[in-house]
């Protein structure tokens, strides 16, 4: 049953083959079985999910319907869920549990899925690898001494390893299409505006968004049609019409469409297999008649500078909240400000206070023009290069990350090493547009390759498009991690 897909699981739900206790049974005991390797989880719940699924083959047995009616799901830990704890992989947010549940997945509850668990991220979700959690670090499910890549790599890592039929993650710089890559599963970043954030815990608000993982991209466009769409309680979402996702997947093929091929994004550093893998995906489009027009995006070598300019600025005023009053546990000193210092000083890791203290410097008075403002006026020049090639062309393919999987402990040292792990996922965050991820072959090594699809803002349904015509005519999607 672990080997369905989520859409496939959904057939042999509604046609009584299975129940979606049965379902969640066997999703519950692999993560017994295999999750203290894989580590994926910070927390498995599994009262609630049977309920839920109990819940669901109840509403089915009495003749009714909901897109993900008794599918099991993970969520990453940094979206609020009422009752369950949510941590953000911070031990600042030890024991927290919220007294209300973010949109997108009470979004997935009243479609009826179902949920395993919250899955482990990077703390505040800053970081590429899992290896910044406060809990535990996730090990890679193709193999376990390399990591999943992140923030998201704990719901990567759970989908890839047949523990969940999808999940939510979130993207800020490229958390959910990194370790989608790493992890040879599918992942899409949404248009900034497309999904509520009301109740993910904010790291930089105008680049945070809510992503979700399949292993297919069938699956994501399923997903994507549950938690697209405006929320009075998110004013930065968008009241923009959500298609469907899914009906639009066999909208025509794909002759004459234009895909841009940005010189910037195959450069010197690049894993030679990843970009031979991404440069035989962008064959296989033309094979299947899409046109290939070389372009140009001038601006993508300021990305990182700038991205590390404004997601720590942003993250050093969200992050401000917590002071061990307000939320979460409190280190007792006495006095306030002591208490303050204790709480954030003992429960904040390396990473975060590395990024408050670069955001707090950017920000500050006399600096303030020379690093913020200047980095907000380049981010319009790489939305610009976007808004431009889109008059070109009518997706842009690239790789995902410059590398596949990298081992545990290999870049904890060097935080600009980590940084670069992101390298081709963080413009389309600033510019605010859709991002896909979809397996498109593996190393010598056997480590899954990512491609990465961009496309204009609100164009999810075109990415997802592409990806889905490329998935049915390649099988890198359908291969197995070597696990149990
Ligand atoms: N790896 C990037 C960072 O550390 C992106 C993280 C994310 O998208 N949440 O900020």
Same mark, same amino acid.
Request: include cysteine; glycine fraction near 10%.
């Given at each position: 049953?672990?080997?369905?897909?989520?859409?496939?699981?959904?057939?042999?739900?509604?046609?009584?083959?299975?129940?979606?206790?049965?379902?969640?049974? %066997?999703?519950?005991?692999?993560? *017994?079985?295999?999750?203290?390797?894989?580590?994926?989880?910070?927390?498995?719940?599994?009262?609630?999910?049977?309920?839920?699924?109990?819940?669901?083959?109840?509403?089915?047995?009495?003749?009714?319907?909901?897109?993900?009616?008794?599918?099991?799901?993970?969520?990453?830990?940094?979206?609020?869920?009422?009752?369950?704890?949510?941590?953000?992989?911070?031990?600042?947010?030890?024991?927290?549990?919220?007294?209300?549940?973010?949109?997108?997945?009470?979004?997935?509850?009243?479609?009826?899925?179902?949920?395993?668990?919250?899955?482990?991220?990077?703390?505040?979700?800053?970081?590429?690898?899992?290896?910044?959690?406060?809990?535990?670090?996730?090990?890679?499910?193709?193999?376990?001494?390399?990591?999943?890549?992140?923030?998201?790599?704990?719901?990567?890592?759970?989908?890839?390893?047949?523990?969940?039929?999808?999940?939510?993650?979130?993207?800020?710089?490229?958390?959910?299409?990194?370790?989608?890559?790493?992890?040879?599963?599918?992942?899409?970043?949404?248009?900034?505006?497309?999904?509520?954030?009301?109740? !993910?815990?904010?790291?930089?608000?105008?680049?945070?968004?809510?992503?979700?993982?399949?292993? *297919?991209?069938?699956?994501?466009?399923?997903?994507?049609?549950?938690?697209?769409?405006?929320?009075?309680?998110?004013?930065?979402?968008?009241?923009?019409?959500?298609?469907?996702?899914?009906?639009?997947?066999?909208?025509?093929?794909?002759?004459?469409?234009?895909?841009?091929?940005?010189?910037?994004?195959?450069?010197?550093?690049?894993?030679?297999?990843?970009?031979?893998?991404?440069?035989?995906?962008?064959?296989?489009?033309?094979?299947?008649?899409?046109?290939?027009?070389?372009?140009? !995006?001038?601006? &993508?070598?300021?990305?990182?500078?700038?991205?590390?300019?404004?997601?720590?600025?942003?993250?050093?005023?969200?992050?401000?909240?917590?002071?061990?009053?307000?939320?979460?546990?409190?280190?007792?000193?006495?006095?306030?400000?002591?208490?303050?210092?204790?709480?954030?000083?003992?429960?904040?890791?390396?990473?975060?206070?590395?990024?408050?203290?670069?955001?707090?410097?950017?920000?500050?008075?006399?600096?303030?023009?020379?690093?913020?403002?200047?980095?907000?006026?380049?981010?319009?020049?790489?939305?610009?290069?976007?808004?431009?090639?889109?008059?070109?062309?009518?997706?842009? %393919?690239?790789?995902?990350?410059?590398?596949?999987?990298?081992?545990?402990?290999?870049?904890?040292?060097?935080?600009?090493?980590?940084?670069?792990?992101?390298?081709?996922?963080?413009?389309?965050?600033?510019?605010?547009?859709?991002?896909?991820?979809?397996?498109?072959?593996?190393?010598?090594?056997?480590?899954?390759?990512?491609?990465?699809?961009?496309?204009?803002?609100?164009?999810?349904?075109?990415?997802?498009?592409?990806?889905?015509?490329?998935?049915?005519?390649?099988?890198?999607? &359908?291969?197995?991690?070597?696990?149990?």
């Amino acid at each position: 049953m672990i080997d369905l897909t989520l859409s496939e699981a959904l057939e042999k739900l509604n046609t009584g083959e299975i129940s979606s206790v049965e379902l969640t049974r %066997a999703h519950l005991d692999r993560i *017994t079985r295999l999750d203290s390797q894989v580590k994926a989880y910070l927390t498995v719940t599994p009262d609630l999910a049977l309920e839920q699924a109990a819940a669901a083959d109840k509403r089915r047995a009495a003749g009714e319907t909901a897109p993900l009616l008794g599918v099991p799901l993970a969520i990453k830990d940094v979206l609020c869920t009422e009752g369950v704890p949510t941590t953000c992989g911070s031990r600042i947010l030890e024991g927290f549990v919220p007294p209300y549940t973010a949109t997108a997945v009470q979004n997935l509850f009243d479609a009826g899925a179902v949920m395993l668990g919250k899955t482990n991220t990077d703390e505040f979700a800053m970081g590429s690898s899992t290896e910044n959690s406060g809990y535990f670090t996730t090990h890679n499910p193709w193999d376990l001494e390399r990591v999943p890549g992140g923030s998201s790599g704990g719901s990567a890592a759970a989908v890839a390893a047949r523990m969940a039929l999808g999940a939510l993650g979130t993207d800020t710089g490229g958390s959910v299409r990194q370790p989608a890559s790493l992890c040879g599963v599918v992942a899409l970043k949404p248009s900034y505006g497309r999904v509520s954030r009301y109740g !993910l815990i904010a790291f930089a608000s105008s680049l945070d968004q809510v992503g979700v993982f399949g292993r *297919t991209v069938e699956d994501a466009a399923r997903l994507m049609n549950i938690i697209a769409g405006h929320d009075s309680r998110d004013s930065t979402s968008m009241p923009t019409p959500v298609p469907d996702y899914v009906a639009a997947l066999n909208d025509g093929d794909l002759k004459g469409l234009r895909v841009g091929l940005p010189q910037e994004y195959f450069i010197e550093g690049i894993q030679p297999e990843v970009e031979a893998a991404v440069r035989a995906a962008v064959d296989k489009l033309a094979e299947l008649g899409a046109e290939i027009v070389e372009i140009s !995006l001038p601006h &993508t070598r300021y990305s990182l500078s700038v991205y590390y300019l404004v997601a720590p600025a942003e993250a050093s005023a969200n992050l401000a909240r917590f002071d061990g009053v307000r939320y979460g546990p409190r280190e007792d000193e006495g006095s306030m400000w002591a208490t303050y210092k204790a709480t954030r000083g003992r429960r904040f890791g390396p990473e975060v206070k590395r990024r408050i203290m670069l955001g707090t410097y950017a920000l500050s008075t006399g600096y303030y023009d020379a690093y913020y403002l200047k980095a907000q006026k380049v981010r319009t020049l790489i939305k610009d290069d976007f808004e431009k090639a889109f008059e070109q062309v009518d997706v842009i %393919a690239a790789p995902v990350s410059p590398t596949t999987a990298f081992k545990i402990g290999e870049k904890t040292d060097d935080p600009l090493q980590m940084y670069l792990s992101d390298v081709f996922t963080l413009s389309a965050s600033l510019a605010g547009i859709p991002g896909l991820s979809v397996p498109c072959g593996f190393d010598t090594a056997g480590l899954p390759i990512g491609l990465q699809l961009f496309g204009p803002a609100f164009e999810e349904g075109r990415v997802l498009r592409v990806g889905h015509l490329y998935q049915q005519a390649t099988d890198w999607h &359908t291969r197995r991690p070597p696990l149990g």
